[in-house]
């Protein structure tokens, strides 16, 4: 029984540069979420899936950043243009929708932008 | 607007007492609660869950506790153990919506 995996676990980038960032849920799971955590606070939502259908953004999640589903399976997350704002650690979780609300959450992915 | 509350950033008890870490919300939509624990470096863990139609939840030694008329929810663990020394958060959702809203987080420090 696989958790849910991100990859990678660290990114270190410059300030201009462009990352993206991998999730791979539980996979009987069909929703697929992404939070973001800074220090001293609770994870934030950013976007949600269900299936391959992107259902809700935060307005934290400005015109540069990008997720996607393809086919309902993996998900990308895609910052662009990294400000040092954007450093932080971006957490990938997923449920089984219907009635499992319960969601389970990957190691995440800690992004330091220089 | 911080509609989870945990007011305490920390609580530190002894091996084999009880731990209580409390939470409030102020969203009458919040339907199911959650309780994650959370390593540095690592991502939350899922511990126990309530819906709003019961008012108490057990899972070997972690118990949830839901009084819906106060907006207040409490997470017991006995006997504590260091190895629960960790952040504990509370976290909510609503039927009309998916995402969790996470509180601030409470650091436990079990010592022996």
């Known amino acids: 029984d696989t958790g849910v995996s991100q990859n990678p676990r660290h990114k270190i980038t410059k300030r201009g540069q462009n990352v993206t960032f991998r999730c791979d849920p539980i996979?009987?799971?069909?929703?697929l979420y992404w939070y973001r955590q800074t220090l001293g606070q609770g994870p934030e939502f950013l976007t949600y899936?269900?299936?391959?259908?992107?259902?809700?953004k935060s307005r934290l999640l400005s015109d540069r950043f990008s997720a996607e589903r393809p086919k309902g399976s993996f998900s990308t997350l895609e910052i662009q243009r990294t400000e040092q704002g954007d450093s932080a650690m971006y957490l990938c979780?997923?449920?089984?929708?219907?009635?499992?609300?319960?969601?389970?959450f990957g190691p995440g992915t800690r992004l330091l932008v220089l | 607007d911080q509609q989870v509350k945990q007011n305490s950033p920390s609580l530190s008890v002894q091996e084999g007492r009880i731990s209580i870490l409390n939470c409030d919300y102020t969203n009458s939509m919040f339907d199911y609660f959650l309780w994650y624990k959370k390593y540095p470096a690592e991502g939350p863990t899922f511990l126990i869950s309530?819906?709003?139609?019961?008012d108490k939840n057990e899972d070997g030694r972690f118990t949830v506790f839901l009084n819906k008329s106060a907006k207040h929810l409490s997470l017991h663990i006995v006997p504590s153990q260091p190895g629960d020394s960790a952040v504990y958060f509370c976290?909510?959702?609503?039927?009309?919506?998916?995402?969790?809203?996470f509180g601030t987080g409470t650091r436990l420090l079990v010592s022996p």
């Open positions: 309530i819906s709003s139609i019961k």
């Open positions: 899936f269900q299936n391959e259908a992107q259902l809700e």
């Open positions: 976290a909510a959702s609503g039927s009309g919506f998916q995402k969790l809203v």
């Open positions: 979780a997923s449920s089984l929708g219907g009635g499992g609300r319960t969601q389970y």
């Open positions: 996979s009987e799971h069909n929703r």
